[in-house]
């Protein structure tokens, strides 16, 4: 098992970048392994954020963030996580692309934390 | 104080969760969850619920048809909430006796917020879809005034001026009706001062109003 999180940290750092407010509080309580800084989707430009915030993984709600965080994400080995909430579908984005982390089931809170979980510990979310 | 009883009636899982332990932790909440209609509706006979939130997806068959059976079938508050709302969603649920409309971008504390308010009779409505609810209730009153000016014409002049409506000429409407020309005339003053109207053309869109198209178009002025 490796940590893919920065050795400076103790504890890994998740941008959680949402549309829903609801969705964010139930992430927020869900992810008990990091310390978890929340950013309303629609509040300018993301990968700029991400840039400055320098995070050890991002979990978006919306396509948009998703794509923004995709292309952060690129250049660097960091677990993106796209939940999207409507299509009830949670994606990793691995170095095939995005996957689809939730095999038909409808995913919920916990479904994030563990993807997440398996991302950051094991690097085992991108190849779900 | 009896805690509030809240049914969670939702397809996507991570709203009737998140809802649930939301509420849960505010400690005057007791939260069932339901994923369908048949689910809901064995909630609502089980607890008597004071309030129902209700996703506009719920199947079988959506969220209105499920507001239109427990709204009557039960004493609960129901809100119906839902992604990027129409406004045709919206006026559907409120006609099928929503008490509230939400939507789904609500914050936590809005949601709270609008549970116990709807408890206290309040209708919690998303701000920019009040707007919608009143807008038709304009639209209802100014039919209705309408159609109450025109009932104080005969029927005559209603028919008259369903073909004033149509865009029928004088001529055309007497040959319709089998009267003369100058009676039609006279039934068109008798309409233009009873409506208290200026014109022909104002006497129409009151038409318009009260009835929509008139269904005597195919004798205005281009079929004449």
Same mark, same amino acid.
């Given at each position: 098992m490796s940590a893919t999180w920065q050795t400076d940290r103790q504890r890994p750092l998740v941008a959680l970048v949402w549309s829903l407010p609801l969705v964010a509080a139930a992430l927020e309580e869900a992810i008990d392994f990091a310390d978890v800084r929340t950013f309303a /989707?629609?509040?300018?430009?993301i990968v700029d954020l991400l840039r400055r915030l320098r995070p050890d993984a991002v979990v978006v709600d919306d396509a948009p963030a998703a794509d923004a965080a995709s292309r952060y994400a690129s250049t660097r080995e960091l677990p993106v996580l796209h939940l999207s909430v409507r299509e009830r579908v949670l994606r990793v984005l691995g170095p095939a692309g995005w996957v689809d982390a939730t095999d038909g089931a409808d995913p919920d809170s916990g479904t994030v934390r563990n993807a997440l979980a398996g991302a950051l510990f094991a690097g085992g979310g991108a190849e779900a | 104080m009896n805690p509030t009883r809240v049914v969670v009636a939702d397809p996507l899982r991570i709203f009737r969760t998140g809802v649930h332990k939301l509420l849960v932790r505010e400690g005057d909440f007791e939260v069932v969850e339901a994923a369908t209609l048949e689910e809901l509706a064995a909630a609502v006979a089980e607890?008597?619920?004071?309030v129902v939130l209700l996703?506009?997806?719920?199947?079988?068959?959506g969220g209105v048809e499920a507001t239109r059976q427990i709204a009557h079938a039960s004493g609960a508050r129901v809100i119906v909430w839902g992604f990027g709302l129409t406004r045709g969603q919206v006026l559907a649920a409120a006609r099928a006796g929503a008490d509230g409309i939400l939507r789904k971008e609500i914050s936590a504390t809005g949601l709270v917020r609008a549970l116990r308010g709807a408890v206290r009779g309040e209708a919690p409505i998303a701000r920019d879809l009040a707007s919608v609810l009143l807008e038709a209730l304009h639209g209802v009153d100014e039919r209705t005034n309408a159609i109450e000016r025109t009932g104080q014409l005969s029927p005559r002049e209603r028919q008259v001026l369903g073909h004033l409506a149509a865009g029928a000429r004088n001529r055309d409407i007497a040959v319709l009706l089998a009267i003369s020309e100058f009676t039609v005339k006279r039934h068109v003053q008798n309409i233009l001062h009873k409506l208290e109207l200026p014109s022909r053309r104002a006497a129409g869109a009151l038409y318009h109003k009260a009835?929509?198209?008139?269904?005597? /178009? /195919?004798?205005a002025r281009g079929g004449a």
């Open positions: /989707a629609d509040h300018g430009d | 607890r008597v619920p004071d996703d506009l997806d719920l199947p079988p068959h009835y929509g198209p008139p269904e005597t /178009a /195919a004798f």
